[in-house]
């Protein structure tokens, strides 16, 4: 942008923490906006360079750059709150499987999906991963949403409403990748649940095409204190073993939860350049335990951080998650900076959007990348005084602060509202379905 064009918007603010350079704060600062991208972070005392159809004043905020949920199960926020005191394994097969045979299609999926957007916006995400039934469905309530997204291109042997086999669901998954491929805001990746659902056939099959398509797979690895010793008694070698095996732990590589990585596998997983998901608040709610994080950022790997499904979880807020992996880490390694604040940002934007392989556009704010952004008000009894800024949003304001979001420069919340939503509406959907899922409980108690 030249000196004098007119920028679409400029936001003012009393703070931007754009998480690169790491570390930074700039005060009395402003973005600004032309085309969907940040042209500019500058004093506003320098603003006259850039006049502007648009000029918002945020005087009580800080601007960051928009969240990242690195994974989740959108629409299982209509499961919200099932299944409390189970461990992972009795919560899937007694209650999570049972459940989604009887109540999830594509309308199920509409809706879960639209109130987890309403949801994730109003707490400063703009981009979430996705891995759940009827992609496409989820792939269309982004879209007219608004928001960014990964969409799971699910690879399945079992029959389910999408698909009947693995070469219908390969054959689908393709064609929406198809669908989306020039779409700036949403994308793909294959999603396998787990080694443990997944022949080795198939995980051979997956690398194949990964490969040719340099997608991602993403895929819910050593979550539970029983898997390794399940899948050495069913194939003779751990799932990460059997991941190897096929070709799939390389760069691509999405892991998610990896809550019983050891020290031998967090240094193979780091050697191939995976990633990993860090989903503490669905960790400790299922019984799985707690992911060595410290060492995984120790070994040099990538960690971003993810909700999960707000069935193990009750909530799709990402600040929360961070606070809670920051406080995790000081817990379990006895050092309080193990995790930093400004670290526990950066889990939470940049290396959300490193893992999703879009961090050269998104992630941070700086000149050139997608004006994705979340605004929180740094005032109030919650809030002041404001002492260090990363600490104040992390362990003071919480989600509940962010006012304003914006994705490619498109206002999606504008003063807490949403501008694409219509909750009251949405209201009245979930709790419809609210009501045939304990329907549907109270009928498999009774079985």
Not at 162 to 184: I, M, N
Not at 211 to 230: F, G, K, T, Y
Not at 238 to 251: F, H, M, Q, Y
Not at 275 to 304: F, Q, R, T, W
């Amino acid at each position: 942008m030249t000196s004098r064009t007119t920028a679409d918007l400029v936001v003012k603010a009393r703070w931007i923490l754009p998480v690169e350079p790491a570390g930074r704060v700039f005060e009395n600062h402003a973005v600004v906006v032309t085309g969907g991208r940040i042209v500019a972070i500058t004093p506003c005392a320098a603003l006259s360079e850039y006049p502007a159809r648009e000029v918002m004043d945020r005087p009580d905020h800080v601007l960051i750059p928009g969240l990242v949920n690195a994974h989740t199960h959108a629409a299982m926020t209509l499961f919200r709150g099932i299944g409390g005191g189970h461990n992972v394994d009795d919560w899937l097969r007694q209650l999570i499987w049972p459940l989604e045979s009887r109540l999830v299609d594509a309308d199920f999926i509409a809706d879960g999906t639209e109130l987890a957007i309403a949801e994730m916006l109003l707490g400063g995400v703009t981009c979430f991963a996705d891995m759940y039934f009827h992609p496409d469905v989820t792939a269309q309530v982004a879209a007219r949403s608004g928001i960014r997204a990964c969409i799971g291109l699910p690879v399945l042997e079992q029959p389910t409403g999408w698909a009947q086999g693995l070469d219908e669901y390969l054959e689908r998954s393709l064609e929406l990748r198809d669908r989306y491929r020039s779409d700036p805001l949403i994308d793909t990746c294959f999603a396998v649940h787990s080694p443990s659902l997944t022949q080795d056939s198939t995980l051979s099959r997956l690398r194949t095409l990964a490969d040719q398509l340099q997608s991602l797979v993403m895929i819910h690895l050593l979550e539970s204190p029983s898997e390794r010793a399940r899948e050495t008694r069913r194939h003779g070698r751990g799932p990460l073993e059997r991941l190897e095996s096929a070709g799939l732990v390389n760069d691509l590589l999405l892991a998610v939860h990896c809550v019983q990585a050891d020290t031998a596998e967090i240094g193979r997983l780091s050697l191939a350049g995976a990633s990993i998901v860090h989903c503490p608040a669905s960790n400790l709610k299922l019984a799985s335990g707690i992911a060595p994080v410290p060492e995984m950022i120790d070994a040099g790997l990538n960690v971003a951080l993810g909700t999960d499904g707000a069935a193990s979880n009750d909530s799709l807020d990402v600040l929360g998650e961070a606070r809670l992996a920051a406080l995790l880490a000081a817990g379990v390694t006895g050092r309080p900076n193990a995790i930093t604040p400004a670290m526990a940002l950066e889990m939470a934007t940049l290396a959300g959007a490193r893992a999703l392989g879009i961090a050269e556009t998104t992630g941070s704010l700086a000149s050139g990348k997608w004006a994705d952004i979340a605004c929180l008000k740094l005032a109030g009894p919650r809030a002041d005084p404001v002492l260090d800024v990363a600490e104040s949003i992390l362990n003071a304001a919480g989600r509940s602060a962010v006012t304003d979001v914006w994705v490619a420069g498109r206002p999606l919340v504008t003063d807490g509202r949403l501008s694409r939503i219509d909750v009251t509406a949405l209201g009245e959907r979930a709790r419809r379905w609210g009501t045939r899922v304990l329907a549907a409980r109270a009928s498999l108690a009774g079985q």
